[in-house]
């Protein structure tokens, strides 16, 4: 995997890259100074096709907004996943104790309606309740 690199050096890279060769064909047949003006031209080229194409090399995505944030869906849909999840000895405990909650209010309210619906039967025998 590469490291992400700056303009700068990309540019650097680049005019090595498409130069090289040329300067060593041109040191042999011409002077020093047509070297020296082919490094700059095409410097300025490639310069000129980044700001045009507007390429950043390797850029890192744009950090989400607070909005993206709140809209993401975590893992933690559900006690059983958030246990999967727990971290800490007190996170799991605070869940243990949670659902064994729930389970107790559910089964308490369960038996209270049971029981009222047993009194409404025996005091009223002629309309019934389920």
């Known amino acids: 995997m590469t490291a992400p690199i700056s303009t700068k050096k990309a540019l650097k890279w680049l005019k090595w890259f498409y130069a090289e060769d040329e300067l060593e064909e041109e040191v042999e047949e011409d002077s020093d100074d047509d070297v020296g003006e082919l490094e700059v031209d095409v410097a300025e080229s490639s310069e000129e096709f980044v700001a045009k194409s507007r390429l950043k090399w ?30 800490t000895l007190k996170n799991y405990f605070d869940v243990l104790i949670t659902d064994d909650i729930k389970r107790q209010i559910c089964t308490h309210t369960n038996e209270e309606a049971e029981r009222d619906i047993a009194t409404w039967n025996s005091a009223h025998p002629n309309s019934p309740r389920q």
């Open 58 to 87: 390797l850029s890192k995505p744009k950090p989400p907004t607070r909005r993206y944030q709140r809209n993401v869906v975590t893992a933690k849909s559900s006690p059983t996943d958030y246990v999967q999840n727990a971290v």
